[in-house]
């Protein structure tokens, strides 16, 4: 299993205070609720027992599945690498002057993967220089929402940067570092003249695995790791972009 540097306890995104802020969830569990107050026999109660029983499901399935969300997602598919890579989830970092945030950082002998998680459905597009993108959302295919948002490439561009800093900083210099941006599946697409990777959930380790190992990589890893950590500051907010609308 890959080894994880930094904080363990972000390596999984946890969903339950979201379940108390969905009027959804908090309606499910108001008819359940209602139905143990009024019921007044074995039946009833066992009635009511069963109507729990169902919206718990429906809740789990909703809110918890990790099916739904690419995060953890990434997490277990990463997880699968062997003990040669190193995995740093979720990092606010900074050299000092600038600061930004990354989904995944993997230090391993085929070199740095720095990887930023769109976790949506529907299409992106944009030019590489254009400070805004047009985002068709089809989170709901019935309900398709025309929205504005922030350039994602920029975002990734800026941590990059920030990676190769701190590097410098260590005298860490001439490693291969890739930026990459990791989607759930063909629902999600990005419509850019960027030469930024795409890559498929289902793809990810298969595409680490493609490059070649380097050899300075493996006595360079804990130092690599070091540095980059180094410059936290913090834990990534987890967005999956910033809107400007």
């Not at 919206?55 to 739904?68: R, S």
């Not at 995995?87 to 600061?99: A, N, T, V």
């Not at 999600?188 to 990777?197: A, H």
């Not at 289902?202 to 950590?229: G, H």
């Amino acid at each position: 299993m890959a080894v994880i540097k930094g904080y363990r306890t972000t390596c999984k995104r946890s969903y339950y205070k979201e379940l108390f802020k969905n009027p959804f969830g908090i309606f499910l569990l108001g008819i359940c609720l209602i139905f143990f107050v009024v019921a007044n026999s074995f039946h009833t109660y066992l009635a009511a027992t069963g109507l729990l029983f169902i919206c718990l499901i429906i809740i789990i399935i909703a809110y918890f599945g990790e099916e739904l969300h690419l995060h953890n997602r990434v997490f277990r598919k990463l997880s699968q690498l062997d003990d040669h890579y190193f995995i740093l989830p979720y990092l606010k970092i900074s050299d000092g002057f600038e600061q930004s945030c990354t989904s995944y950082i993997i230090i391993s002998p085929k070199g740095i993967f720095n990887i930023k998680l769109l976790d949506f459905s529907g299409i992106l597009k944009g030019n590489e220089d254009d400070s805004v993108w047009q985002f068709a959302d089809a989170h709901n295919a019935y309900n398709i929402q025309h929205k504005k948002i922030k350039n994602p490439v920029t975002k990734l561009r800026h941590s990059q940067k920030i990676i190769e800093s701190l590097l410098e900083k260590n005298h860490i210099n001439y490693l291969f570092l890739r930026s990459i941006f990791v989607v759930k599946n063909t629902n999600s697409s990005i419509k850019c003249n960027t030469d930024v990777p795409v890559v498929r959930l289902k793809d990810l380790n298969s595409y680490i695995m493609s490059y070649a190992d380097r050899p300075n990589m493996i006595f360079l890893k804990e130092d690599v790791a070091t540095s980059i950590l180094n410059g936290h500051k913090g834990h990534c907010c987890l967005k999956m972009f910033c809107s400007v609308e």
